[in-house]
């Protein structure tokens, strides 16, 4: 059974930096192209990054490039999302995705402190 779940949330501080992971199981991180999406209270869940199959592509929303970086471990069978420089408007629910499986994460709570 494919499960996705999240972590490496909490509290910041506003230009602190924090990792999420998302551990997979029931499929190999490296058979699917991976995203990390986010949903702040009130608004639309938006992409915020992407990483193929290959791990040779990689593509992010204009508000987090130059300070988000989307990677993987094969060997350990997990994606991650290292944030640095986060700000306030990065506060929200983070969730990773696969999308040949369509499957989505539990979430994992982010909170920016100005």
């Known amino acids: 059974q494919v499960r996705l779940v999240e972590s490496g949330g909490g509290l910041v501080q506003s230009g602190g930096s924090l990792r999420l992971s998302c551990a997979a199981s029931?499929?190999?991180?490296?058979?699917?192209?991976m995203s990390w999406y986010r949903q702040a209270p009130g608004k639309e869940r938006e992409l915020v990054a992407t990483?193929?199959?290959?791990?040779?592509?990689?593509n992010y929303a204009d508000s987090v490039k130059g300070r988000f970086t989307i990677s993987r471990d094969n060997a350990k069978n997990t994606m991650y999302l290292q944030m640095n420089r986060l700000k306030p408007e990065d506060t929200a629910v983070y969730y990773c995705?696969?999308?040949?499986?369509?499957?989505w994460g539990q979430g994992t709570q982010v909170t920016v402190s100005s």
């Open positions: 990483i193929s199959r290959s791990s040779h592509m990689t």
């Open positions: 995705y696969a999308h040949l499986r369509n499957w």
């Open positions: 029931g499929f190999t991180v490296s058979s699917d192209a």
